[in-house]
């Protein structure tokens, strides 16, 4: 089946991965700007990674017929610097035209602490300024619930923001549901230990639908699977669902999301498949 | 045999529980090993609740998932900020 990774970060991961990615029928990637395992020192240092995910890796990709997009923004954890903060947004702009970007993203809370919310709204003026889509990172354990809360909260401060261009990305059971019913879209991050499991996220299918919902592997440096959605389409085939839903979930989801960005262009190897479901 | 408790999802539930339970005879006895009092240690407590919250029926998984999370308090901006809201440093974090 063709799917779509929404959230993984391929800089981290070696070529391998998109060679496994690729015969796994990965047809795109998104990658969000996020932390690297260390603090960079300066914004010329955020500048160098941009170019990584709007150049570099794109190419990669597309060496094995993947499609890569991006987005970019400076990650909550780095965000405690609100200085540096400060200098990252203000170099964003040279980027946001590059033909793989998709929005600003991932933006949000770590440790729900005020220098990460002053640098949060700053983004997100940011994207309404710019009229990008947002993909929006929760916190990881203990934190989650009050954070997500705490973010909607702040998003409820742009009462002219469009809900379906945004994401709230690692929902669980107890943060799925604030965020769907306020009109975002909601993504469910697998991971070996923290964060959602195959199974549960088909709970999660069973219990909410298909409707603006995202599942993806948020591959990076630590422990996780790159190949986590193909794990959602077993666990999804093995309960007995209709390909087609499973298909939404993996690929018609993902795209439409994308779509919503003006800049998006469908990934070459399959074209519009949205396009194809509704003229048939 | 039905979706609900096929062959394949009992046994995969059963090794769960055995490796619940051995997980907390290990947590034990190697606390016995080492004299740690595990009841002092909020992270125990955490755990030994939310095995309590296995046995009260639907709503379990929203039910441990609060357990495990920091409360929300909708006044947050009135009530000074999100500097308080700043990790305690336990829980896994």
Same mark, same amino acid.
Do not use: Q
């Given at each position: 089946m063709n799917y779509v990774d +929404?959230?993984?970060?391929? $800089?981290?991961? $070696? /070529?391998d991965d998109y060679e496994a990615l690729a015969r796994m029928g990965c047809v795109a990637v998104s990658e969000p700007a996020f932390w690297a395992g260390f603090d960079r020192r300066s914004a010329d240092g955020f500048r160098d990674y941009f170019r990584q995910i709007t150049e570099v890796e794109p190419r990669r990709a597309a060496g094995y017929g993947i499609a890569h997009y991006s987005w970019l923004c400076i990650n909550a954890k780095e965000a405690e610097d609100v200085k540096l903060a400060r200098e990252v947004i203000a170099a964003i702009p040279e980027f =946001?035209?590059?033909?793989?970007v998709l929005g600003i993203g991932e933006i949000g809370l770590n440790k729900n602490t005020r220098n990460e919310a002053t640098v949060f709204l700053e983004q997100v003026e940011l994207a309404v300024r710019h009229n990008e889509t947002i993909l929006i990172h929760t916190p990881h354990l203990a934190d989650k619930l009050r954070g997500t809360r705490m973010i909607l909260d702040m998003l @409820? *401060?742009?009462? @002219? =923001? *469009?809900? %379906?261009? $945004?994401v709230i990305d690692h929902v669980e059971e107890h943060t799925i549901r604030p965020a769907l019913d306020a009109g975002y879209w909601a993504g469910m991050t697998l991971y070996p230990v923290t964060k959602c499991s195959p199974e549960r996220a088909c709970d999660l299918v069973e219990r909410? %639908? /298909?409707?603006?919902l995202l599942v993806n592997s @948020? %591959? *990076?440096? %630590? +422990?996780?699977? +790159?190949?986590a959605v193909p794990d959602f389409i077993v666990a999804m085939r093995a309960r007995g669902h209709a390909e087609e839903l499973i298909e939404r979930m993996v690929l018609h989801n993902p795209l439409e999301l994308f779509s919503r960005c003006r800049r998006y262009v469908p990934p070459p190897r399959i074209g519009n498949p949205l396009q194809r479901t509704t003229s048939s | 045999m039905t979706r609900a408790l096929s062959d394949q999802r009992f046994l995969a539930i059963r090794s769960l529980v055995v490796e619940l339970s051995a997980a907390f005879d290990r947590v034990e006895r190697h606390a016995a090993e080492e004299s740690?009092?595990?009841?002092?240690d909020i992270r125990w407590r955490l755990l030994a609740e939310a095995v309590a919250r296995l #046995? #009260? !029926?639907? !709503?379990r998984v929203e039910a441990v998932q609060e357990l495990f999370s920091d409360a929300y308090e909708p006044a947050w901006r009135q009530t000074g900020g999100p500097e308080l809201f700043g990790s305690p440093g336990c829980c896994g974090r």
């Open positions: +929404p959230h993984i970060h391929m $800089v981290s991961r $070696v /070529t =946001l035209s590059a033909s793989n @409820a *401060d742009f009462p @002219a =923001l *469009d809900r %379906g261009r $945004v909410y %639908g /298909t409707e603006r @948020a %591959g *990076d440096w %630590g +422990p996780s699977r +790159p190949a | 740690v009092e595990l009841d002092d #046995a #009260a !029926g639907p !709503g």
